[in-house]
């Protein structure tokens, strides 16, 4: 009866923990993938529908790892200077553990982000 006891105190922990960290490495490499798949994105096509596509690259990234996130809301582009030559691509997606979600505990407990610097595509109207 002891062996039993200590191993689930022993066990149960170790294994829940592995499971979580899973997760989290899962959700780290989904944003990774979306922020390089979003600046590829916009490196190369100018334009307002350049954002759009980078939303569907980003939604596609994070559906390969099993990250629910709305991509309109984990992906945001910023300028990187005033001329806005350049940009700064960010993703964000925070991360069920196991249990705590069906606990009730948000996806606010951990959260995994990347950012990647890009140069925006010209469209050959010499406007970004």
């Known amino acids: 009866m002891e062996f039993i006891g200590w191993t689930v ?21 989904a944003v990774a993938s979306a922020a390089d798949a979003a600046s590829r ?19 596609l990234a994070l559906s390969d790892q099993g990250v629910d996130a709305d991509p309109a809301t984990a992906l945001s582009v910023g300028c990187a200077d005033a001329a ?34 890009v140069t925006l595509a010209v469209s050959k109207g010499g406007a970004p």
């Open 9 to 29: 105190v022993l066990v149960v922990p170790v294994v829940y923990l592995l499971v979580a960290l899973a997760q989290v490495q899962a959700a780290s490499f």
């Open 41 to 59: 994105i916009l490196e190369v096509e100018p334009g307002e529908s350049a954002v759009a596509h980078a939303r569907v690259a980003v939604s």
């Open 84 to 117: 806005c030559t350049g940009a700064v691509v960010r993703v964000q997606a925070g991360v069920d553990l196991p249990v705590l979600a069906s606990a009730g505990v948000g996806r606010d407990v951990v959260v995994v982000d990347a950012e990647r610097a």
